[in-house]
T-cell receptor, first 114, second 117 residues
Framework: DQQVKQNSPSLSVQEGRISILNCDYTNSMFDYFLWYKKYPAEGPTFLISISSIKDKNEDGRFTVFLNKSAKHLSLHIVPSQPGDSAVYFCAAAGGGSTLGRLYFGRGTQLTVWP | GAVVSQHPSWVICKSGTSVKIECRSLDFQATTMFWYRQFPKQSLMLMATSNEGSKATYEQGVEKDKFLINHASLTLSTLTVTSAHPEDSSFYIC?????????????FGPGTRLTVL
């Protein structure tokens, strides 16, 4: 049972424009959310996180928005750059599960073209 | 950010042999590490939680006698795939929790590509 869902397997955006990656979750007990970026044959790289007590967190070009009532979060990348092309994983934690255990979505392949 | 390393980065072995993969947190101590497996174009699948000084906790469907986990120190966890078979071929990734006050961040190793012939 997939508790974290990324319904768009791929996204293509022109350089300089905004990339919006979406993520939905089903477990209302999740209280911490993270985004990871992954290149082929490499481990995921932590990008940004957000606690459930917030609805927005910014770090440079990356902003994560959390809508708890809709159980939805999104990652905005502005402006998008070709080097951002990678698979982006949404992950959630909490809900009384093992401390630190992350639940991952299936990922969205972002392609930023010049 | 914190650094987690894995060794080896890739390994090819014959069916029936055992393979050990190491996961190290290089600049922090990690009481908890995780082992994941990723199949092509699929999400990361948690295999087990590795706790320093105690037995690992395995996810449902993961054979603990086949995937042996040892977390002997605060900076090292090992995964041993025993009697490997071709269906064990996969990309294995470890992660470690870096505790920094109220929030913890999980950092991942670069992964190990296992190919069983």
């Amino acid at each position: 049972d997939q508790q974290v869902k990324q319904n768009s397997p791929s996204l293509s955006v022109q350089e300089g424009r905004i990339s919006i990656l979406n993520c939905d979750y089903t477990n209302s007990m999740f209280d911490y959310f993270l985004w990871y970026k992954k290149y082929p044959a490499e481990g995921p790289t932590f990008l940004i996180s957000i606690s459930s007590i917030k609805d927005k967190n910014e770090d440079g070009r990356f902003t994560v928005f959390l809508n708890k009532s809709a159980k939805h979060l999104s990652l905005h990348i502005v402006p998008s750059q070709p080097g951002d092309s990678a698979v982006y994983f949404c992950a959630a934690a909490g809900g009384g599960s093992t401390l630190g255990r992350l639940y991952f979505g299936r990922g969205t392949q972002l392609t930023v073209w010049p | 950010g914190a650094v987690v390393s894995q060794h080896p980065s890739w390994v090819i072995c014959k069916s029936g042999t055992s393979v050990k993969i190491e996961c190290r947190s290089l600049d922090f101590q990690a009481t908890t590490m995780f082992w994941y497996r990723q199949f092509p174009k699929q999400s990361l699948m948690l295999m087990a939680t590795s706790n320093e000084g105690s037995k690992a906790t395995y996810e449902q469907g993961v054979e603990k006698d086949k995937f042996l986990i040892n977390h002997a120190s605060l900076t090292l966890s090992t995964l041993t795939v025993t009697s490997a078979h071709p269906e064990d071929s996969s990309f294995y990734i470890c992660s470690a929790i870096h505790r920094r006050g109220p929030t913890d961040t999980q950092y991942f190793g670069p992964g190990t590509r296992l190919t069983v012939l």
